[in-house]
């Protein structure tokens, strides 16, 4: 994802969706840009900024509590923006794509990480087996009750989000955004998906 953003040299990038700062400690050591990331869990905020401090990183960083869904930022304030793991979580994701849209500068790139469903039948019903069985268990092993309960969560929740929003429902939600060359590409055998575009002039 980060290799769409990092080439075009962004000054100001957002990350929208931060959590615990993984992709905006990326950003900064990828790029010299400042970089302000968001997130609506003041729980993800802290961690995120324990981690900012721990990396030496606050001169360059600011993460601020907002929803991905009314960004505090006037029109095309940003070089470049970032988001993962956000459509899954929203009300109108075709809403939230407008509102990232709106704050990010004519060709400025826009770049996603998103969990995804395998359209190969076989690594569909691998990963069916993971997300249901596999997942839930091992976050038990690992975490306890609380992490059972996120890995029963994740499958259901990724694919009842691409029964509903499939990638080329996705895809058109961009370019009416005003996103140009939107593209996409799978990534850990259909499991993942990296999409990006460009902000239209």
């Known amino acids: 994802m980060l290799d769409h953003?990092?080439?075009s040299e962004p000054q100001l990038v957002l990350d929208v969706a931060s959590g615990p700062g993984a992709v905006v400690k990326?950003?900064?050591?990828r790029t010299s840009a400042r970089i302000v990331g968001v997130d609506l869990s003041e729980a993800m905020l802290r961690e995120g900024e324990s981690n900012v401090r721990a990396s030496g990183l606050t001169e360059r960083v600011a993460l601020v509590l907002s929803r991905g869904e009314q960004l505090p930022f006037a029109d095309a304030t940003?070089?470049?923006?970032t988001f993962t793991y956000l459509?899954?979580?929203?009300e109108d994701p075709k809403a939230t794509m407008n509102e990232l849209a709106r704050v990010v500068k004519p060709g400025g790139a826009i770049?996603?990480?998103e969990f995804a469903v395998p359209t190969s039948r076989?690594?569909?019903g691998a990963w069916w087996l993971y997300?249901?069985?596999?997942?839930?268990?091992?976050g038990y092993v690992t975490g306890g009750k609380g992490w059972w309960d996120v890995g029963r969560f994740l499958g259901p929740s990724i694919s009842a989000h691409y029964k509903a929003?499939?990638?080329d429902w996705t895809v058109n939600a961009w370019e009416h955004a005003g996103i140009e060359h939107v593209e996409h590409r799978s990534m850990s055998l259909g499991g993942g998906l990296v999409m990006w575009g460009y902000r239209s002039s």
């Open 5 to 7: 953003v990092v080439g």
């Open 26 to 29: 990326a950003l900064a050591k």
């Open 78 to 81: 940003f070089d470049a923006l």
């Open 87 to 90: 459509l899954r979580y929203v």
């Open 111 to 113: 770049a996603n990480l």
């Open 122 to 124: 076989g690594w569909r």
């Open 131 to 138: 997300t249901r069985i596999g997942l839930p268990v091992a």
């Open 165 to 167: 929003y499939p990638v």
